[in-house]
Each structure stands twice: as structure tokens, then as C-alpha cells.
């Protein structure tokens, strides 16, 4: 399987920063990257899918980049419900994998 | 509006089965690639299984042998039953439409597998 690892599993900002959240997989996954937002007992969102394309409805703050086994998920100007846990999932090959998530906390 | 609503989680002891069930509206799920995802108690998302619109199915090999997904046209209904229920298999299953990246989520259910 396709391994996925985020960095960093943790990080701090505050409201109005631009933030980066890395996702890098064992092997290539072309352009199969989809980046989701979780809240606490929620169902995860998408936010991008394809590596950069912007799920319809979903700010414009938000971007991702990336292709073969290194990918970003950029937020601009963080807001107040940006704080979240996001994922990134692959879904180049079977079984498909998620990253372990990056927790973003309020400074 | 497009939704998917997953219920049948419970309490279910180590061995048992269980079949979750997601009814869906809005589209219908004879057209549609649908996945589970589960996420354990505080842990992230684990992909579980993926049917195709044409019948293809595919599962983790955490799962592999003992789930099984399923759809039913006439009650545009996803189902996963599970089988062998094991400690580890303890988790909010979600249904999701699409089969690559998911665009529409169900709120999930809970599954808890314990003596």
C-alpha cells in the first residue's frame, strides 16, 4: 500500500496567517490527492481534489499544489472556523490511504 | 439535495457481524462509485472498501475476507456487512460518495466491538 505522511501532525497559527501542510507519499500518486477538513465529531470535507482543484462552494483561502509524491495544502488570511484537522488521501492505487491528519490550533 | 445517511452501527461482541446500511438520495447508487470509511476512537480515516458503478468491489486487507459491500437499486441503499468482528474493527463508519476522492458524507454511525 501507498503511504501517506503529513507534516506536521500538529500546528499552531493565528487568525489571519498563511499556513502550509505538507503531504508526501511512498511512491507516486500522479495527481490523486484529495485534501479533507475535519471538526470534531463531523464528517470529514472535501476541500481539493485532483492535487489543485477547488471543491465547488469552498473558500478560495484554500489552494493545494503538488504532483507525484509531494503535495501542499496552503490556507491564506486563516479564519476562525479554519481550525480543523485536515487530511490528505491518495487515490492512485488500491487500497487507498489516508495521511494521519494535521491538527490546526489557535495560538 | 444529494445525501447519504448511514445507520445498523451498534454494540456487537468480538465474532459477531453486523451490516451497516446507507441510504442515499439525490442520485442513485446504481451510477455512482460509493466507499466506506471508518475512523477509530480518536485515530484518523482508514479507507474500508469502494464498490464501482459497474459491480467491482475492492477492500483494505484489514477487512479483506470478513466485510462485504453491497447495494441494493431498488432501495438505493449501499450496505457493508461485516463479519468476524474484531476489537480493532471499533469506529464511526462513514458512507461517502464517489470512489476516488469523496465528495458527500454521510454524519457515520458507530460500530463498538467488545465483550
Known amino acids: 500500500d501507498i503511504q501517506m505522511t503529513q507534516s506536521p501532525s500538529t500546528l499552531s497559527a493565528s487568525v489571519g496567517d498563511r499556513v502550509t501542510i505538507t503531504c508526501r507519499a511512498s511512491q507516486s500518486v500522479s495527481s490523486w490527492l484529495a485534501w479533507y477538513q475535519q471538526k470534531p465529531g463531523k464528517a470529514p470535507k472535501r476541500l481539493i481534489y485532483d492535487a489543485s482543484s477547488l471543491e465547488s462552494g469552498v473558500p478560495s483561502r484554500f489552494s493545494g499544489s503538488g504532483s507525484g509524491t509531494e503535495f501542499t495544502l496552503t490556507i491564506n488570511s486563516l479564519q476562525p472556523d479554519d481550525f480543523a484537522t485536515y487530511y490528505c488521501q491518495q487515490y492512485n492505487s488500491y487500497s487507498y490511504t489516508f495521511g494521519q491528519g494535521t491538527k490546526l490550533e489557535i495560538k | 439535495e444529494v445525501q447519504v445517511v448511514e445507520s445498523g452501527g451498534g454494540l456487537v461482541h468480538p465474532g459477531g457481524s453486523l451490516r451497516l446500511s446507507c441510504a442515499a438520495s439525490?442520485?442513485?447508487?446504481?451510477?455512482?462509485?460509493l466507499t466506506w470509511v471508518r475512523q477509530a476512537p480518536g485515530k484518523g480515516l482508514e479507507w474500508v472498501s469502494v464498490t464501482h458503478s459497474g459491480g467491482t468491489t475492492y477492500y483494505a486487507d484489514s477487512v479483506k475476507g470478513r466485510f462485504t459491500i453491497s447495494r441494493d437499486i431498488s432501495k438505493n441503499t449501499l450496505y457493508l456487512q461485516m463479519n468476524s468482528l474484531r476489537a480493532e474493527d471499533t469506529a464511526v463508519y462513514y458512507c461517502?460518495?464517489?470512489?476516488?476522492?469523496?465528495?458527500?458524507w454521510g454524519q457515520g454511525t458507530t460500530v463498538t466491538v467488545s465483550s
Open positions: 439525490g442520485f442513485t447508487v446504481s451510477t455512482n462509485y
Open positions: 461517502a460518495r464517489g470512489g476516488g476522492s469523496m465528495g458527500v
